[in-house]
């Protein structure tokens, strides 16, 4: 016979249980959300570091494969967060992305290796776009990831910050006391459906300064006009979201 001291144990019992599955749950998501938006940025950096190589005109053949650009866009995320991912035991997600930056790479090659044309407008914003879309496409309903910014600093719509993520970048990303580069979590709905939502800070660099920085409102190469960002001023963030 279950007695009521029993059946209140047994509550408790199934609340300590419950809390741990969504403790783990969360610090998994957490380590997942970490691990992608950092492999994002890996390969984003590959054509940030090769962006004047890809505007030499003099050059054809650019030599830079969607396989090549996956691979180094792996040891970038090695040397990022300290170690290697295993080849041969990617997840889901982990393969989606590395095929994603395959694709994007190889379906813009005519535009990459145009002789005698040097800027080509495949900037690493246009990149991490693209291969954001093909990634959110074939994980449709499992996860999302995307670039965005505060709203007075995007550029193109698509990018635009939704509420969560507007309130996040104002309300947080924005306080002088906010420990610069630490991403922030919560499970929050989407469009009615339960989510895990991790967006990460970015902040201007020298890189970024030749198409964001000053003069605020000069146009800058691709024809848009600048930001009037400064160094280390924070230009944008990764929202990930992983649906439940």
Not at 1 to 7: E, F, G, K, S
Not at 45 to 71: C, F, R, T
Request: net charge neutral; with cysteine.
């Amino acid at each position: 016979m279950i007695t009521p001291r029993i059946l209140v144990s047994l509550v408790c019992v199934f609340l300590f249980v419950f809390a741990d599955i969504q403790l783990a749950l969360a610090n998994s998501n957490t380590e997942v959300s970490q691990e992608l938006t950092t492999l994002y940025r890996a390969a984003r950096k590959v054509i940030s570091v090769n962006q004047q190589h890809i505007n030499d005109a003099s050059i054809g053949d650019k030599q830079l494969s969607g396989k090549l650009v996956a691979e180094q866009a792996l040891a970038n995320y090695a040397e990022a967060s300290g170690s290697a991912l295993d080849t041969e035991k990617l997840t889901d997600a982990q393969s989606a992305m590395l095929k994603a930056v395959e694709d994007v790479m190889d379906e813009n090659q005519e535009l990459i290796n145009e002789q005698g044309v040097g800027f080509k407008g495949f900037l690493p914003a246009i990149f991490a776009r693209q291969v954001a879309n093909k990634f959110s496409a074939s994980m449709a309903g499992k996860m999302k990831i995307k670039l965005t910014a505060p709203k007075s600093y995007v550029r193109n719509r698509a990018n635009r910050p939704d509420k969560w993520e507007h309130n996040v970048i104002e309300t947080m990303f924005k306080r002088v006391d906010y420990q610069k580069g630490t991403p922030f979590s919560e499970e929050a709905s989407v469009k009615g459906k339960e989510a895990f939502r991790f967006i990460l800070p970015e902040y201007y660099g020298k890189s970024c300064l030749g198409c964001h920085g000053m003069p605020k409102g000069e146009r800058d190469i691709t024809g848009g006009k600048k930001e009037g960002g400064v160094l280390g001023e924070l230009g944008g963030a990764i929202s990930l979201i992983i649906y439940q």
